[in-house]
C-alpha cells in the first residue's frame, strides 16, 4: 500500500512564493497559521507597518518590543496612527496579502489560525480545496487530526489572542487525536524560549496537560521561530515545531 505524506508550515508571514511550493510532493498540506506579515523583525523593510510609516519607524518600534519596553512601543503606535483610521488600513493591508496568500495554497489544505491573523476575514479567501478548523478534527489520510489555533493573551495584543480558558476549552472539545496541531506550543520551556528575540513566549498549559492525557502520536506547531529546542518528546507524543516558513521557505514532513 503506498504511503502517505503531509507538509505543514506554520509562521508563513507573508511568503506567498514559498507557499505556492509548499505542497509539492505531498499529499495534503497544513498550516497552522500566521499568514499576516505586519513586521518583518528580520527586515524591518517588510510588512504592513514600514509599508505606512516607513523603516526608521520600524527599527524604533522593534527595539522598543524587543526591550520588552511595550507602554513605550504603545506610545509611539499612537503617535503614528494618530489622524489614521487605523481599523480600515490594516484591513485593506491585510486583505490584500490574503488575497495572495490563500490563492497559494494547494488542494487539499487544511489550516488554523495563528496569533496575528484576523479569523472573521478567512472565509472570504479560502477557497473549496482549503478546510479551516479551529476546536476541531479532520481525517487525513487515515488518521485523526485536532486543530486550534489562536494564541494567549499577551502585551503584544495580537489579533487573535483568546482567554486561558477559552484556549482549554478548544483543547478539550478536539479530544484524543493521532495528530494535534496548534498554532503555539505547550507550556515547556525549551520550547517556548526564543533564542533571537531573547525571551519566553507564551505556550499553553491545557495543551500540555493534554497531550499527557490524551497521548497523540505527534503534537505539531509554530509560533516560536527560533526555539531552543525544535524537537522533544513528552511521554508518547513526539512534539514538533514545524519551522519558521517565512524565513526557511521549507516545509516540514511526515510520512506514514
Known sequence: MPG???????????????????????????????????????????????????????DRLVELRTARRFDEARELGKRLWAGIDRGPAIERAVRKQYAELFAAFPTPTYATYGNVDIPALWSEYAAPGTTVLDGQRAEIGGRVFGFVGGGLRTPMRTPYE?????????????????????????????????????????????????IHKTRPRYALFGHVHQPLTRRMRIGATECVNVGHFAGSGRPWSLEW
Open 162 to 210: 483568546i482567554s486561558d480558558e477559552e484556549y482549554a476549552a478548544k483543547i478539550e472539545a478536539v479530544g484524543e487525536v493521532d495528530v494535534l496541531c496548534t498554532h503555539i506550543p505547550p507550556e515547556v520551556p525549551e520550547l517556548v524560549y526564543d533564542t533571537v528575540a531573547r525571551r519566553f513566549e507564551r505556550g499553553s498549559r491545557a495543551l500540555l496537560a493534554a
Open 4 to 58: 502517505f505524506r503531509i507538509n505543514v508550515v506554520s509562521d508563513v508571514h507573508g511568503n506567498t512564493k514559498d507557499l505556492a511550493r509548499a505542497g509539492e510532493g505531498a499529499d495534503a498540506l497544513i498550516c497552522l497559521g500566521d499568514l499576516v506579515l505586519f513586521l518583518d523583525y528580520a527586515d524591518h523593510s517588510r510588512g504592513i507597518f514600514p509599508d505606512l510609516f516607513g523603516e526608521e519607524n520600524a
